[in-house]
């Protein structure tokens, strides 16, 4: 019979000032912002940092945040509420976490940081206006709100917030551990032909419908790309509908935990959004070499710069014509991997995404 390891202690504070408490609260399951608070909850743990993640328990079950150093708490308001009792600050992951996280403050002086995500072009009608009171709220109360896109902190500042900052969010460095292509393309059945990859939620913004529609002109195409899309969300019936319908060269395969496997394995991948901060699908892609089609939305260009091809959003044509042109055409690939690389090789690390964010709170922490 094993028994598990005994825990690792905590880095002894410096000046014997007791452990900083942070409490990291997510408004769902997505994985961008999952796979965020699971690195930063490793590399604040590893400083000292005792952290508590509030979040969905399918979240925990996916991303382990205990096995990264953290507590765990449903992010039902009364337990967020017994998790925040002795903080020292609160950081929420997007403006539904922020509101969450308000309620579950609400009486007691603890300072809230706010990772802004979401952006470009506003929703009409009802919702739009309920998101721009809920943005505004947050941005008003929170201390410090952090884009990870210089447009995301215009439009904080522009929301109302006394403190916004550029912090970009890092993506993990180098290929997946044990990943062997070969094996990630048999699975998916792709051996012979060309594997084209999205990684993203089933959502409207995501651009999947264009994506669907550049797809109808590759099933001419010989041998004919598969195009493979790791993700969930509410629009996998309308997407597999249209898949099966028009007889497209797509599969849906759900929520992957081993999408960074796959997308190791492809020889494109594609991110037609309708707006992107700081998308860590671009990261991934150009850290391990895979050349990448993406829109030219928020900030991807500037993410992006030469080491990608740009697209305008919604045209179907020019997703399809540049991809089809990358597929026949290894060299323009080689060329893309290796710019890739180097345009990785400029962003911040995991590790100075931590250090600004531990920074942010040890200097919230000292004005109180």
Not at 76 to 89: E, F, I, P, Q
Not at 194 to 210: K, N
Request: with cysteine; net charge positive; glycine share 12%.
């Amino acid at each position: 019979m094993s028994s598990s390891p005994a825990p690792v202690p905590a880095p002894a504070q410096p000046y014997g000032r007791p452990p900083l408490r942070a409490v990291q609260v997510l408004g769902g399951a997505g994985a961008d912002s999952s796979a965020h608070v699971r690195s930063l909850t490793t590399g604040l743990a590893a400083r000292g940092v005792r952290v508590t993640v509030c979040a969905p328990v399918e979240a925990e079950g996916e991303y382990d945040f205990t096995g990264a150093g953290a507590q765990f708490a449903p992010d039902a308001v009364s337990a967020m509420r017994a998790a925040c009792a002795g903080a020292d600050v609160v950081h929420a992951h997007g403006v539904r976490a922020a509101v969450r996280a308000l309620l579950a403050l609400r009486g007691r002086r603890v300072p809230l940081v706010v990772s802004w995500q979401g952006g470009g072009p506003a929703a009409q009608g009802p919702l739009g206006r309920l998101g721009g009171m809920l943005e505004r709220q947050v941005a008003r109360a929170a201390a410090v709100v952090l884009g990870a896109s210089s447009d995301q902190v215009d439009l904080a500042r522009a929301r109302g917030a006394r403190d916004a900052r550029l912090a970009p969010v890092a993506a993990p460095a180098g290929p997946p551990p044990g990943a062997d292509p070969g094996k990630a393309r048999a699975e998916l059945g792709a051996v012979e032909r060309p594997l084209v990859i999205a990684i993203g939620s089933l959502v409207p913004h995501r651009g999947y419908s264009v994506l669907l529609d550049a797809a109808r002109s590759w099933r001419v195409l010989e041998p004919t790309p598969l195009v493979v899309v790791a993700g969930e969300g509410p629009l996998r019936g309308e997407l597999a509908r249209r898949i099966e319908a028009e007889g497209l060269p797509v599969r849906l395969l759900g929520r992957r935990r081993d999408a960074g496997r796959l997308l190791a394995a492809a020889d494109v991948a594609v991110l037609p959004s309708r707006w992107e901060a700081r998308s860590l699908l671009a990261q991934e892609a150009l850290r391990l070499g895979v050349p990448l089609v993406a829109t030219a939305v928020g900030g991807v260009p500037d993410l992006v710069g030469d080491a990608g091809v740009l697209i305008p959003y919604g045209n179907a044509p020019a997703l399809a014509e540049a991809v089809t042109g990358l597929l026949a055409d290894p060299a323009r690939r080689a060329a893309l991997a290796a710019a890739g690389r180097a345009q990785a090789a400029t962003w911040p690390s995991e590790d100075d995404t931590v250090a600004q964010i531990l920074s942010v709170y040890d200097e919230l922490t000292h004005r109180r």
